[in-house]
C-alpha cells in the first residue's frame, strides 16, 4: 500500500489526525505530498490551509490534474465565505 492509499484510507477511516501525522513525514518536495496534506486539511475544515497545500502542488508539477482541481473547486465553493483565501 502506497502513501497515497494510506493516506486517502486514514481520511476515509475519519482518522484525520493519524493522516496529519502521515503526510508531514512524507518529502516536502513532491507534488503529491502537497496534494494529500491539501486534502487532510480540506478534512479537517482549513480551506485555507488546503488551498495553500493544492497551490503548493501545482507549483512542484503544474500537471498534477487532481490539485488543480481542486484549487478550482475550493475556490469556487469558499470564495464568497473568505477572500483572503486568493491572498497566499
Not at 16 to 29: M, Q, S
Not at 39 to 56: I, P
Not at 70 to 83: A, V
Request: hydrophobic fraction near 40%; include cysteine.
Amino acid at each position: 500500500m502506497g502513501s497515497r492509499d494510506i493516506v486517502l484510507s486514514l481520511i476515509e477511516s475519519q482518522e484525520i489526525d493519524k493522516a496529519l501525522e502521515f503526510v508531514t513525514n512524507l518529502p516536502d518536495n513532491e507534488a503529491e505530498t502537497w496534494y494529500l496534506k491539501g486534502k487532510v486539511f480540506s478534512r479537517k475544515g482549513d480551506m485555507k490551509g488546503a488551498l495553500s497545500c493544492f497551490n503548493k502542488a501545482v507549483a512542484i508539477d503544474p500537471k498534477h490534474e487532481e490539485a488543480t482541481v481542486m484549487i478550482e473547486i475550493s475556490t469556487s465553493i469558499y470564495s464568497f465565505k473568505d477572500p483572503n483565501l486568493f491572498n497566499h
